[in-house]
Structure formats: structure tokens, C-alpha cells
């Protein structure tokens, strides 16, 4: 348990790593009640869930004090467990499928999660604004983009694999890409990205 991100993130308090480990495991039996993540893939849940989601972390900072929403979060990916590691920062996990939400509720009880908020909406129903917006491949950039923009103050950043060149083209601002496996060198990350849209007032 843990031995990528300890292999990766061998910074993090003791604390922390314990916290990771509580939150797989319930994430594993509760993956057995509701399909949370494949069937097929719960055996990857480290690499291709949490470290994937801790990825950003190589390369961004994320302040304290930030608010972060993380769209069509599912299980709690990357929100989770980002909000594990960065207790400072305010994490709303936003997703419109209720029993997701409720795992990720059970998972918040159980480690004491108090900056935490889990979110029961459709992004496109969602009003409020926060610093920084995170998630997983939910849709194409443009699209995702045109939904999440009314939600944002600062930045967005988005996980995505594969080759999406012809997306960048179509986002109307600047632009950083991040290569995973460049900080990350597990076959899983090779062609995975963090895309960072800083929004300019």
C-alpha cells in the first residue's frame, strides 16, 4: 500500500501517508458496493486514482487559503486526495450522481476531512465562483471550458491523456501543458497531461 506516492512523494508527513492508505482501503470496499471506478481497474487505484491525482502537485502549487472545486469529481478523484494532502486548502467535490457523493462523505467521516464540502449538482446548474477548478477528462477542453468558466477566478487545471492538440487550439487564452511522466516515469503516465488555463482578468 502506498509505495508509489511514497516513492514520488516521499515529503509527506507520516500522517499523511496514513491517511492515504484509510482512504484506499474504503475506497476498495466500498468500490465492491457501487462502481465507483472499474472493476478492472480498482487493482491500479494507487497509480492510476491517487498518484495520478497527486500529480499536480509536481508541477503547481496550490496556496493555501485557496478554494478549489473539483467537477464531476466520481469518487473523489483528484479532490480527495489532494484535500488529504493539503489541509489548508478548501476542496468542494462536485458531482450530480448522489451515491458517489456519499462514499466520499463516508470517506470525509472517517479521516475527519474538515475541508471537505462534497456538491450535489450538474456544473452547468452551479453558480458560484472559486479560485481553482480541477478534473479528470470529463468531456473534450472546449466543452469543458464553455461549462466551467462562469465557476473560475484563477486557474483551471485539467487531466487529460492522449493527443488533444486540436483542443488547445480551440481555447481562447494562454496555456501550460504539463507532462506527467516527465516528474512521473510509471508506464501509465506517458501520455498523460496536466493542462493549465490561468484565467486573465
Known amino acids: 500500500m502506498l509505495k508509489l506516492i511514497k516513492k514520488y512523494f516521499p515529503e509527506f508527513h507520516k500522517d499523511t501517508f496514513e491517511r492515504l492508505a484509510i482512504a484506499m482501503r474504503l475506497h476498495q470496499e466500498w468500490n465492491a458496493k457501487i462502481n465507483l471506478i472499474s472493476r478492472k481497474d480498482i487493482e491500479n487505484l494507487e497509480c492510476h486514482h491517487y498518484l495520478h491525482s497527486l500529480s499536480i502537485l509536481k508541477f503547481i502549487t496550490i496556496f493555501d487559503g485557496a478554494e478549489v472545486l473539483d ?4 469518487g473523489g478523484f483528484p479532490g480527495l486526495p489532494l484535500a488529504i494532502v493539503l489541509p489548508k486548502v478548501q476542496f468542494y467535490l462536485l458531482d450530480s450522481i448522489q451515491k458517489k457523493l456519499n462514499v466520499i462523505e463516508d470517506i470525509k467521516q472517517n479521516l475527519g476531512l474538515e475541508n471537505v464540502r462534497t456538491v450535489w449538482s450538474r456544473i452547468e446548474d452551479y453558480k ?12 473534450s477542453l472546449p466543452k ?8 473560475v477566478k484563477k486557474q483551471i487545471l485539467y487531466l487529460k491523456g492522449g493527443d488533444f492538440a486540436g483542443e ?6 494562454p496555456i501550460e501543458l504539463y507532462k506527467i511522466h516527465e516528474k512521473i516515469s510509471e ?6 497531461k496536466i493542462v493549465s488555463l490561468r484565467i486573465v482578468s
Open 128 to 139: 458560484f465562483k472559486h479560485d481553482i477548478l480541477t478534473a479528470r477528462a470529463v468531456s
Open 187 to 192: 508506464p501509465f503516465f506517458e501520455t498523460k
Open 144 to 151: 469543458f471550458y464553455s461549462l466551467v468558466k462562469k465557476n
Open 71 to 74: 467537477v464531476g469529481t466520481g
Open 168 to 173: 488547445l487550439q480551440q481555447i481562447p487564452m
